[in-house]
């Protein structure tokens, strides 16, 4: 059995080259077995992901705040506090921060992430 302590972990900045804003991430450590990658992440208001996919796919919870999430070819909608988004294997989509609001979701992410270009206001 392994325990990360979060309050052991430091936000770190996310990859400016994938984000339109400030974003942060608290880093669980990947789990190899299936793979998985653990992450907390901030958004400051208006900031968001670039499009991306998972081989094998995604799951975000909302901690805080207000969201907003968009899969390629059906638009975008709103999220909040409890909200669960399931993002299917190879799936392109993005996610980040509503409109003058910041956002918080544990993202569980599987496989290997593939980014691709901005998101187009």
């Known amino acids: 059995m392994r325990i990360t302590r979060g309050a052991d972990l ?15 991430r608290r880093d ?7 793979p998985l990658s653990p992450l907390v992440v901030s958004f400051d208001a208006d900031a ?5 996919r998972h081989s094998g796919g995604q799951v975000l919870y909302v901690l805080d705040g207000q969201g907003r999430v968009g899969a390629r070819g059906e638009g975008s909608a709103d999220i909040g506090p ?8 190879g799936e392109e989509h993005w996610h980040g921060a ?12 599987f496989g290997e992430t593939e ?6 206001d």
């Open 10 to 24: 430091a936000n770190s900045p996310m990859e400016d080259d994938h984000f339109s804003g400030p974003a942060r």
């Open 28 to 34: 669980y450590g990947r789990i190899e077995e299936w």
């Open 48 to 52: 968001r992901t670039s499009w991306h």
């Open 82 to 89: 409890g909200d669960f988004v399931y993002a299917p294997p």
């Open 98 to 109: 509503a409109e003058g609001s910041s956002v918080s979701h544990v993202a569980l992410s």
């Open 115 to 120: 980014w691709l270009e901005p998101v187009e």
